[in-house]
């Protein structure tokens, strides 16, 4: 059984950088694929980031392309998404999703709010 926890939400002005944790328990993402997803009031769940457990190869959304990294630490167990150049457009609740075929298990979410 999987267990996602996220981390590293908060409040940041237009511009700033900050960076997300999603802390896996339960097993090892080494052979999970992994991804970041948000949702913003009002709006549909979208995928911002993910990364493949076989190749280590990272997958954006157009709109955070070249502006968020993602990256993983086998050692921590733990994914990374760091988010620079922020934008209004990007608060939403952050979510880390973990799967093979398909994601099957979701943290809770953390918030990341953008003050223009």
């Known amino acids: 059984q999987v267990e996602l926890v996220e981390s590293g939400g908060g409040l940041v002005q237009a511009g700033a950088s900050l960076t997300l944790s999603c802390a896996a328990s339960g097993h090892t993402i080494n052979d999970l694929n992994m991804a970041w997803f948000r949702q913003a009031p009002g709006s549909e769940r979208e995928f911002v980031a993910g990364?493949?457990?076989?190749?280590?190869?990272?997958s954006y959304a157009d709109s955070v392309k070249g502006r968020f990294t993602i990256s993983r630490d086998i050692a921590k167990n733990t994914v990374y998404l760091r988010m620079n150049s922020l934008k209004s457009e990007d608060t939403a609740v952050y979510s880390c999703?973990?799967?093979?075929?398909?994601?099957?298990?979701w943290g809770q979410g953390t918030q990341v709010t953008v003050s223009s």
């Open positions: 999703a973990a799967g093979w075929n398909s994601y099957t298990t």
């Open positions: 990364i493949s457990w076989s190749d280590d190869r990272p």
